[in-house]
Each structure stands twice: as C-alpha cells, then as structure tokens.
C-alpha cells in the first residue's frame, strides 16, 4: 500500500495529504478576507505554492482544480490572475461554481490535487 | 492497471469504488432528512464509517473530503460533530462550501476520498 | 514517479489530464447554453465519452463523479438522460449539488475522475 504523510496537521484537517504520488490540498482560502477578488486570489494561489513545495512538488504537476467563487461576477478577475500563475502547458482539469463560503468576505476558494 | 471494485452498486450510483489503494465513497446525506444538522452529520459520518469498513479501510486513512451545507450558519453545529469524528494526527485535505442539495431538508452533504 | 499526460491542453485548463492509471477530467458543460436541461446533459455526456477515449478510457471505469445543477428542480430531467447512459454495474461514487455555473445559461456541469 501507498505511504500516508500529512502537512501541517490540524485538529479539523490537515493543510496537504500525500498518498503514494498524489498530493491532496486543503480548499485555500485567503488570509486577508477584506481583500478584493484580486488580491484573495494571489493569496491563495501563493498558499498554494507554498503547501506544494512543502509537499515536494509544484503547480507544474497540476492534475485537478476545483475553484469556488462567492459571486460569479469574479470569474474574469480571478481567472487573469490564474491565467498568469497557471504554468504553460501544463493546467490542471478545472471546474469553477458559485458558492457561500465559510464567511461572507471570503470571495474565492480552490482546491487542488496534484502529482508529487 | 490497478484493478476497480465497486461497493453497493445501484443503478445511478455505487456507494464505493476503490482503485487500486484508493476508495472514493459517494457524497453521503443523512437517513432522515427532518432531522436537525447535529443529528445528520452524524448519521452522514456512521455511513461513512460503514462504507469504509465495507472497502477495507477506515477513518484513520482520510485523504481529502468535500462538504457541503445547506446553509453556512450551520458550520458551527457540523464542524462539532466533525471534530469529535475524525482521528486525532490523520485529519484529511478539506473543504466546505454552501449548497442546497437534492431536497430542500438536507442539511449537510459529505464527500470523502481514502486510501485503503 | 507515474507519469502525466495532458489532453486538450489550454492557457486556463487541460480538458483532461492523465496520471498513471488515473484520468481526470475538467468540468464539461453544454456546447449549447441555450439547450435545455436534457440536450445539455446529453451534450455533457458526449463529450466525457470523447475524452474519456482520448485518454484511452471509457465510462465503464468511472470512479467519482461531481455533478452541479444550476436549478435542482433539473434533478430529475438530468438523472433520466445519466441513468440511461452511465454503464450498468459500473456506476461511479456520485455528488449532486446546487451551483450557479460560469454563465446563466448553463444548467448542469459535470467532473468525472475515471480509471484508465
């Protein structure tokens, strides 16, 4: 059987899960909520980065994205900072919906499985 | 190729299915939908637990888990539950976000992936 | 490390990507927005059979599936045209929530993760 090794563990969840080759992230979200689309979403792409490389991997080895947005009017500012993180050539399958998050100041959340 | 075994097959959906080491279990709504959300995210979690045992696995070896709630002033009322539910030191990759769900009296709906 | 491979790659997303003996693919939506909820689903599920044979696959080794309706009110008309497709005594572990889609008109999107 596959090794399990957990980043960054919390008593709710852990931040990253690693089993055999595939990385399981958290939904991030931002750290600062009172930021606009923009800005929660740098945050959270730069959360992101971080837990991969704590993982051993990177955005290179992308495999499945799932991005939820409080309000659907942020897709076009949340995707021309995805669009200039994302690493060419190599996206990730994506699926983005609408959704409450868990408070209402968060504007955007995502969550990925990568490769290791 | 790692071999697929599928667990309580229905006709729209299987309950399991683990490929090679990892099992990946149906969202889970509650057996009684009046119920209030304290009530339904236990018996979401006892399904669970039974459908990972059914697989050859258990709690222990969450990977990553979706949620989602009717109505987001309930999270305090399921994460309760939830905490109390997962294992200490093996907690999964998470995410909740607002939905309604396939009727109007769930609650709660629970998602997770597992390696066995 | 399993290798990856990548289909239908795009600046934003892959329309499917390949690891190991994994296929994920991205969300699909209707070609037709202004389709109803039948011709989506159908329009759907077409396109998850072509690039479930891109990857080298088919709906017979569906692992997971997330399925997003824009109106749950749509439940019914989208599970008449899903269970006749989906493969008997190979259905996936499945997930059927509310979610307001990229644009207005969509009406259902659909994730698969599937075993190659």
Redesign the interface.
């Known amino acids: ?2 090794s ?1 090794q ?1 980043i960054e ?9 690693i ?4 990385v ?4 991030i979200v931002a750290d600062d909520p009172k930021a606009d689309v923009t800005t929660q979403t740098k945050q959270v792409l730069a959360e992101i980065d971080r837990l991969l490389a704590a993982a051993g991997t990177d955005k290179t ?6 991005i ?1 947005l409080a309000d ?1 009017k942020d ?1 076009g500012a949340m ?1 021309a900072v ?2 200039s993180w ?1 690493s ?15 408070t209402p100041d968060y504007k955007v ?1 995502i ?1 990925v ?1 990568a ?2």
């Open positions: 059987m596959a399990i957990r563990v919390g008593a709710r969840m852990s931040k990253a899960v089993h055999g080759d595939t399981y992230l958290a939904g080895k992308l495999l499945r994205t799932n939820w659907m897709f995707n995805w669009d994302v060419a050539g190599n996206t990730p399958a994506r699926a983005t919906v609408e959704a409450s998050l868990a959340e969550m499985v490769a290791k």
